[in-house]
Nanobody, 125 residues
């Protein structure tokens, strides 16, 4: 079993920054694909970013490319999402997830096995 706990969400003004963290416990996650997703009110959950097990390969949704950075520290069992130049449309609940079957970047959210409880990000205009 894997437990994921997100933190770092909050309220920020447009143009500001936040850093989300996702701490994993339980089964080894350090050699598995990880991802960040978000769900805005009234919308479907969407992928934001994904990272391979070593942190050498990443994927970003077009809407966040150039503004967000995903990274991981396997020694700390933690994956991060640095969010810069935040926009009101970035407001959502952000979730991290792990695909325990893959080493490589996974963009299909249906392939992820474990999810955190989510952290709210609100961006004021």
């Amino acid at each position: 079993q894997v437990q994921l706990v997100e933190s770092g969400g909050g309220l920020v003004q447009a143009g500001g920054s936040l850093r989300l963290s996702c701490a994993a416990s339980g089964r080894t996650f350090s050699t598995r694909a990880m991802g960040w997703f978000r769900q805005a009110q009234g919308k479907e959950r969407e992928i934001v970013a994904a990272i391979d097990w070593r942190g050498g390969d990443t994927y970003y949704a077009d809407s966040v490319k150039g503004r967000f950075t995903i990274s991981r520290d396997n020694a700390k069992n933690t994956v991060y999402l640095q969010m810069n130049s935040l926009k009101p449309e970035d407001k959502a609940v952000y979730y991290c997830a792990v695909d325990v079957h893959s080493f490589f970047v996974v963009t299909n959210q249906n392939e992820y096995d474990y999810w955190g409880q989510g952290t709210q990000v609100t961006v004021s205009s």
